[in-house]
């Protein structure tokens, strides 16, 4: 797209956020589908009611918490048609993704290391962690474990959180709140169309009981045939030209259940998914349909909560886990053979454990949190084999305990501390300690001022510790000390308007110990070791407006200067990123969504960058037939932009090739 178009787009995107409101708000409180009483409120009124759960495992206004914050809301997740948590994320300020046609990663204020497995950022579903016990990965595509259609919001708290989360919560958490029986009042149902084949299917039945029970029971198909891809890495005739057909398909099952009586609750989930790698990665056979991953995640969660008068609130919890990856590689045959071998590289892992915690109110704005955790891994098994060798088969178990703290004094009514610290204690490597601090001050009613500082770390995980133990020329390293990043940030809010709030962050984060793929110099075999630093440098700044209804817009910018060991600008990270979504109701029935976001370019493994893109996608909803039937048309990549990701090191090719135009037609009904 020429650069005088793009800037075009975001002229016109900003005088609608300025020009919105005139129409909006006569159409906008006509639209069903919204919460009514949400949809009401403009942004300063939202403000005194809009908590978050994530920033500190309590609910806080989000004026008051130690972080800055996102909330995407279920409604702003339907009318931008949002197909996963990858598509929702980055579209938020500071985030962006990168996807190898395999899986989906997210980067955060200029950090995504290439073929990381999504270590450094914590997924959360009410709360319950989703990073597995084998690879510590975060899901966020297809393998994500929910239809989007059950999320009633998603937090995305940015900056260090190991002081109440423990590992992995390096760059920021995000917590995926489940929509109830209640706003799920009996049975729904849904199906989409899609490119490539592609299609959706949903059922959801939701039944309250009184207003302290009630269950939900969900369960979601969806798949794809995947596009016709050309690598121009492989354009000869050996390897059919370059094309590979039917090689990009992907097929998910997801289940639901969640049970709630009283104070105890109780939530089921589970998720199959089925990836074809149309990449030939990791030097295996080119447009060989074999070529797969199989992950599959499920876990149930038990929770009490009770409170003791208006002081003290108790909180348990219990859980287990399991997960399972199965990929399947194709290499040409050995001279000795004609067959192509299969080469089956299996992953399983079992872990369970609980939680205890405390609150405390004291006074007027005063509370303490204290809390305990334990997990232990039951399982962490690694297996690789072929039809004749047995490569690896390495089977751990592990645990960790922690206790944590948190402390909130209001020192004033306009001035707040906030601090933290948490203690870990793993099988594997030892104890590390974890603090945070922060200074709130609001200094009236449309102003917040943050001056925060926090500390995190990221655990050595099993497979950076065991997978090679002896083979493919590398080694294991039980020493790995796990990674360790401190940030500084100032965040400052301000409500411009009673429909216009705008914040700002500037922020620093010094990254130590990056575990990374190293040459032993004693034996010249690979391990993993700690190596590697990081810094950056950077500033967001995000402007959103909302009006009576559905009527929105939104607008953000981040820079950001990363740095490696070598003083070189790092991997995968663009120093500039842009976002902005609108929503403009177009009659008292519709309303036509279209978010835009923009990523600089990005540094390749080796050198030189790839460009600069920016997409822009729409989405189209509109009640038909009658209220109970919903119906949306997305055109994603709709200005048909031809743009690539940068590739990891398991890839012949520098960059891989992203979708051009695509579209979906969906349909729900609620009896």
Known sequence: MPKHARLRIVLIAIALIVNVPATAKAQAARVPGSTPELAELNLEELADVEVVYAASRYNQLISEAPSSITIITAEEIRRSGYRTLADALRNVTGFYTTYDRNYEYVGVRGFSSLGDYNTRILVLVDGHRLNDNVYDTAPIGTDFILDLDLVDRIEIVRGPSSAVYGTSAFFG???????????????????????????????????????????????????????????????????????????????????????????????????????????????????????????????????????????????????????????????????????????????????????????????????????????????????????????????????????????????????????????????????????????????????????????????????????????????????????????????????IHANVRATASVFKYDVARLIGLETDPADGMLLYMNRERSRARGVEVALKARWPGDAAASIGYSYQHARDTQRDVSANSPAHLANLQLVVPVRSMAYAAADVHYVGRRRLLGGDYTDAYMIANVTLTNRVWSDRWLMSVSAYNALNENYANPASMEHVQRVIPQDGRTWRLKLTYRF
């Open 173 to 495: 958490v995000v917590n995926v709140v489940t929509r109830g029986a209640r706003s799920l009042h009996g049975l729904r149902v849904g199906g989409s169309f899609a490119s490539f084949s592609g299609g959706d299917a949903l059922i959801s039945y939701g039944r309250p009981a009184g207003e302290r029970a009630g269950f939900l029971l969900s369960a979601s198909t969806h798949t794809t045939a995947g596009p016709t891809l050309y690598f121009p890495e492989f354009a000869s005739p050996v390897t059919g030209g370059g094309l590979t057909r039917d090689t990009d398909d992907d097929e998910a099952q997801r289940v639901l259940g969640t049970l709630t009586r009283g104070r105890l609750s109780l939530q089921g989930a589970y998720v199959r998914r089925e990836k074809g790698i149309p990449t030939a990665s990791f030097g295996t056979v080119f447009d060989d349909r074999r070529n797969r991953t199989i992950d599959s995640h499920g876990y149930l969660d038990g929770r009490y909560e009770r409170d003791y008068g208006r002081d003290w609130r108790l909180t348990g919890r219990a859980f287990y886990d399991l997960y399972a990856y199965d990929g399947t590689y194709v290499y040409e045959p050995a001279v000795d053979r004609q067959t192509p071998s299969l080469f089956a590289d299996r992953a399983r892992g079992q872990w369970a454990g609980g939680e205890v915690q405390v609150v405390r109110h004291f006074g007027t704005g005063h509370r303490v949190v204290a809390g305990s955790e334990y997990r232990f891994n039951g399982r962490q098994q690694q297996r690789a084999s072929d039809e004749s060798e047995v490569y690896l088969d390495s089977n751990h178990s592990s645990n960790v305990w922690a206790g944590y703290t948190v402390a909130e004094l209001a020192l004033s009514r306009s001035v707040r501390l906030n601090g933290g610290a948490r203690y870990d204690y793993f099988s594997t490597f030892g104890a590390t300690a974890s603090p945070r601090a922060g200074v709130i001050v609001n200094p009236s009613r449309r102003t917040s001022l943050k001056v925060l500082y926090g500390k995190a770390f990221r655990a050595p995980n099993t497979y950076e510790l065991y997978y090679s133990e002896g083979a493919y020329g590398a080694k294991p390293n039980p020493e790995l000390r796990p990674e360790t990043i401190d940030t500084h940030e100032l965040v400052v809010e301000q409500q």
